[in-house]
């Protein structure tokens, strides 16, 4: 199952942070989240970058 981060498009405006699947997000560790999970295998390991 994807994660919800992925289906988030992008971090609402004038909100300090966002809770999502039991974990507060703030924009910056949002936006890091959201960066790696795109890089996330069907297998639910991370792929490499190369």
Known sequence: ????????EEF???VKSIYIGGKRYTRKE??????????RAKNGRF????
């Open 1 to 8: 199952m994807k994660s919800p981060l992925v289906h988030i």
């Open 12 to 14: 609402p405006e004038k």
């Open 30 to 39: 949002f936006l890091k989240a959201q960066s790696l999970e795109k890089r």
């Open 47 to 50: 792929k490499s970058i190369t």
